[in-house]
């Protein structure tokens, strides 16, 4: 019933769009404003034809796909992204003169162009070719060209052209397509890209230490850690996504995190969206728990992964 009342309502303001841009503009901002939650905000984005929406929000003026109802639709409604993240991160350069802040997987810019606003060095790769626009128009937008470097990459073991296969509403799940074996999410049916892949260490050369390094590439951590090598050592804070499923359904060795996870004096332990620290811990007994955790949860799509914050003293 709620459905189709969404469909009607739709149908109707539709009309009126057609006809008047400024009652368009204006809906979204009562829409973004009202803080609309559940399936309403993506019901509405659909329905119009609008492809894309622009968010004034905490971090900055962001625009994403109108019908990505992970990351768009999430700023639009919360108006800000991973807080404490950025505040660790932030904090991690506070005191120190130079270095890097390296995002592999930076989406529309949600992380990688707040650091740069406060003036920290960015190097940020974006392989989705949709994605990585909005990301170049949001750094332009605000203001950050000269901190933030983007590369349209994606970061691999090897170098070469690679297929993306595209969630067709989470614009942050696209994933490199290694194995189809798996497809609890009907991820076969998805439709595909082809981006150019480079590894990490490609750019070790160039970049300021101290590195703090975020990677969030939906099951290709793994991969973009075994062509890093000299940056994962290098690197002094590393925030990093551990995802089960993401991994069992790319075929990715999920022991590369764990063994490297281990070189650290400590790792601070997230399940899901969280902020929240669940655990901290190091060396066996943290390996032995992201085993454990892997075993469990490497066929349930989405619900079960984890994020690791992992220091170096």
Known sequence: MLKFFYRQVSKAILFAMESSSAFQHELLFLLVRSRIRGRALPHFLQAFPIESI????????????AADTAVTQKYAVQQNWSPKTLELILGFFKDRKTGTYIDVGANIGLTAIPVATNDINVLAFEPEPRNFEFLARNSIRNATTKKLRIENLALLDQSGEVTFELSPDNYGDHRYRQNQ??????????????????????????????????????????????????????????????????????????????????????????????????????GQPLADYLDDYFDKNKLIPYSKYLNLIGWRE
Not at 54 to 65: D, I, N, R, S
Request: contains cysteine; negative net charge.
């Open 54 to 65: 622009t968010v004034a929000g905490k971090l900055g003026v962001m625009e994403g796909a």
């Open 181 to 282: 074996n798996i497809s609890l999410m009907n991820e076969r049916e998805w439709n595909t890209v082809t981006v150019k892949a480079k590894t990490l260490d490609t750019y070790f050369d160039e970049l300021m230490l101290p590195i703090a390094l975020k990677i969030d590439t939906q099951g290709a951590e793994p991969l973009v850690i075994m062509g890093g090598p000299k940056t994962c050592v290098a690197a002094s804070l590393v925030i990093c996504e551990f995802s089960p499923y993401a991994m069992n359904r790319m075929g990715t060795n999920h022991g590369v995190l764990v063994d490297y996870f281990k070189t650290f004096s400590r790792v601070s332990v997230y399940e899901g969206e969280s902020e929240e620290v669940i655990l901290v811990l190091s």
